[in-house]
């Protein structure tokens, strides 16, 4: 029998570089699972927002500690291609992209006990086979021995921009002056907090997309698949 060996791929990057779009299309095309670290901070955001442990701004870290236990959040296949965040059995793909979400998302994920909870989870999905994953510090802190690490950036300008058509297209009314304010609390947040700042590993490679199309990524990753595990694609 031919054993296929685990492969993991970290995206990390800033925040609406396209990470999740370049991560789902790679993983289609070259037959990885996906998995969106980034939304399991929303869903243990969303789950503080919705059970008052989030009042006036402040996150009430020593319930949310108490209570972290009893979080249900995986990952669901629906069976279109998506991957979507579950918590137990109810989907909250659409609920953890919400803007309210976002403002409140970074220092929830700075908090370190909820990093570790996160990370503990993301290793047990990727146990098996061949994965590519983003997220901030996947291929820092999650997966330092990733064996192909890709960091990904962007001019802030396209990248505002990215985000706004998104919330946009999902009926959201946030400015584009809300969304800059957002981008850039949330890269500062990201790379000043003491727990796996968002950092670029030394040994990845740098995708800047500011004006490249998919296609030109996809161009990008398949020289270093080929190049890297002889896999064609
Ligand atoms: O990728 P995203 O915008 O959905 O991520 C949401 C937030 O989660 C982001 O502001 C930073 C945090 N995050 C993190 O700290 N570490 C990760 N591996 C992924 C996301």
């Not at 989907?91 to 990093?115: C, H, L, Q």
């Not at 909870?117 to 098996?128: A, G, M, Q, T």
């Not at 061949?130 to 064996?147: L, N, Q, W």
């Not at 670029?200 to 490249?212: K, P």
């Amino acid at each position: 029998m031919i054993t296929v060996p685990d492969i993991i791929i970290a995206v990390d990057g800033w925040s609406s570089t396209g990470k999740s779009t370049f991560a789902k299309l790679v993983a289609k095309h070259f037959g990885f699972l996906y998995l969106d670290s980034g939304a399991m901070y929303r869903g243990v955001t969303l789950y503080s927002l919705e059970n008052g442990l989030i009042r006036d701004g402040i996150i009430d870290t020593e319930a949310l500690k108490a209570s972290i236990g009893e979080l249900d959040l995986h990952f669901e296949r629906p069976g279109d291609g998506s991957t979507c965040l579950f918590s137990g059995t109810r989907n909250i793909e659409k609920e953890i992209r919400t803007m309210e979400v976002s403002s409140f998302v970074s220092p929830v994920s700075a908090i370190p006990f909820v990093r570790c909870w996160v990370d503990e989870r993301l290793h047990k999905f990727s146990e098996n086979g061949r994965v590519i994953m983003d997220g901030r510090d996947i291929g820092t802190t999650v997966f330092p021995d990733a064996e192909l690490k890709i960091f990904m950036t962007a001019s802030d300008e396209v990248r505002a921009q990215r985000r706004y058509d998104e919330l946009v297209q999902k009926g959201d009314t946030a400015t584009m002056e809300d969304v800059m304010k957002n981008l850039k609390e949330r890269d500062y947040i990201d790379s000043h907090r003491e727990t796996s700042p968002l950092r670029r590993a030394e040994d990845a490679y740098e995708l800047d997309n500011s004006d490249m199309t998919l296609h030109e990524e996809l161009v990008w990753i398949q020289g270093l698949m080929q190049g890297k595990f002889g896999i064609l694609g």
